[in-house]
Each structure stands twice: as structure tokens, then as C-alpha cells.
């Protein structure tokens, strides 16, 4: 008979500090959760969040927000859910080969988006009015795991959500939690512009000549090179990084994103219809608390607050249906 026999939690932690790198965060080492739980029998820490972010709700929802293209109608367009998948392809083959912790970087790509408001990044400008400062949704992701939906998940994972995002600072404490960084990064940037082509917005001759030179023909190639460039020079470094020259042209890429397909003219009449929606929906459901389910209603949260975590929860779909329903005229 083929051997079998139980790898539980310990002996997962001893392979952890007998494989991984100095560097990697150990599961036996984490700094617990905010409230302290019996350790799992299987499973260790990282393992345990990995799986409750995935059996999560606000994580289904991901299927029906939007990337970058509202509505799309091709079935290969990229959702919120599809991307959160690269991200964490992309993530878990960076951590392996630099000998950090593949399941806490797991844990961290998988949960790093289930803030996101309908509509992509719009949702962040529709929503910034309401709030002091910026309406992040890397924020609103910890919020998410830690009060509307919680999940008690490992402190680890909680901060890898909340620095995944490049305009937040502090930066993530863990080196994972940099790999998400650059795992959302390069899974936007190769993806979004193979679906910028097939939209038909841009041809992959107009891209500009250094990030073809540099990243090939194809998005497998750029995924590749993009990747070997995080993994080659953090092994050099010392810290998650990528080298200079390729940096500059992927921030020459983002640029050229923003430009070209992120801003484009014709997406702003979309952009102004979804920040219409996401508001009137706001105003709507602060001005009615009673219609904000009950699973919104935080204690310590007023009637905005309540209104924004639902609005800010809704998938594309569902936003624009149940806006149809309160404003659109009827004819009987």
C-alpha cells in the first residue's frame, strides 16, 4: 500500500523553518489575532485566513465587480475576482522562489481586493466626497475582514490588506505583504492590456517601444519577465524590490495606461454615470437607515457610514439594479 500519514500544523511550522528563508515570515512566529483563538490542529495560522477569506462573502462578490471594463460584453474580460486570482498566481510563484512564505502571500493576494466598490476605482472617487481625506478601498478592506464580515484573521494578513496599495504608507511590515504589492501591479498592468486590445481600445503597436523591447510579445512573456525581475533583484537586494530600469518602464507602461485606457474620453461618460450611481445609492440609504440590512448596521457606526459600507459592498450588478428600482420612473 502507498504510504499516507497526517502533516498536521506542527510539522508544517518545523518545515517552515527548515525550508523557507530567514527572511519569511513563520507561521509559529505571527502576532496572533485580535482575539486569540485555540491554534488550529491541521492547518497553521496563514492556512487558516487563506481558507475563511475564500469561503468568505464579500469575496464572492469579487465575480461581479468590475476591473477596468464596465459591463463588459466578451466572456474574457478580467473581473475583480479573475485579477485577485492573478494577483495571486502571480504572488505565490514570486514567494516560492525567493523562499518566503507561499501561504501567508496566499492569504494576503486572495483578501486584497474584497474592499473594492462597484465600478473598479471610480467607486473611490464617487465615495471620497463622503469621508475625510480619501475613500481607500485598502482601507475599507480591513474594515471588511475586521467588522462587517470578521474573520478574526492573523495580524499579518490584516496589515498585507491595508499596505497593499502603493499610495499607503506606512508599507506592509511583512516582506509577503510587498509581494502582494507588486503581484497586484504586474497582474493590472499585463492583464489590463490584453483586455484594452481586445476591447479594441488599443493595439499592442501603440504600447510604448521599451516595455515591448523589454517584456516581449505576449502576456505570458510580460508576467514572466516581470516576476523574474521582482524575484532576481530582491535575491540580490536583500528586500522585495525590482530593479531600476525595469521599474521605470513599467511606470512608463502605467503612464501610458492611464493615458490611453484608464482615462480615455470615451470611458468618461461611463465614469460619471457609475459615480452618479454609487451616490444617489449613498444619499438614498443614509437618508432611509431602515433599508440598510441589518448585517450593515455596526453599532458604532451613524447612518453615512452604515450607507457607505453597503453601497461600497454592492457588486456592479446589483448597484445598477437596485438604482433601477428606486429611480427609474415606472409607468404604472
Known sequence: MPEMRIINRS?????????????????????????????????????RDRDRIIHSKAFRRLKHKTQVFLNPEGDHFVTRLTHTVHVN???????????????????????????????????????????????LHSAQGVRVLSVLEPLNLTREVIDGVRAHSWKVDPPPNTPEGHLCRFADRIAYLTHDVSDAIRAGVIAFSDLPTAARRRFGD?????????????????????????????LEIMHELRDFMFEHVYLRADAESQKDRAIGVIQDLTDWFAHHPDEVPDTYKVDDADDLTRAIDYVSGMTDRFALTTHDNLFRPTLF
Open 89 to 135: 498566481q502571480v504572488g505565490r510563484a514570486m514567494a516560492v522562489s525567493l523562499g518566503l512564505n507561499e501561504t501567508l502571500t496566499e492569504a494576503i493576494c486572495l483578501a486584497h481586493d474584497v474592499g473594492h466598490s462597484p465600478f473598479g476605482h471610480t467607486g473611490e472617487d464617487a465615495l471620497t466626497p463622503y469621508v475625510e481625506g480619501e475613500w
Open 11 to 47: 510539522v508544517r511550522e518545523e518545515r517552515e523553518h527548515a525550508l523557507l528563508g530567514t527572511a519569511a515570515t513563520k507561521s509559529s512566529e505571527s502576532r496572533g489575532r485580535a482575539q486569540p483563538e485555540e491554534p488550529d490542529e491541521h492547518r497553521t495560522a496563514f492556512e
Open 218 to 246: 505576449s502576456s505570458r512573456a510580460w508576467i514572466a519577465s516581470m516576476i523574474t525581475a521582482v524575484v532576481e533583484n530582491s535575491a540580490e537586494s536583500g528586500t522585495v524590490s525590482m530593479d531600476g530600469p525595469t
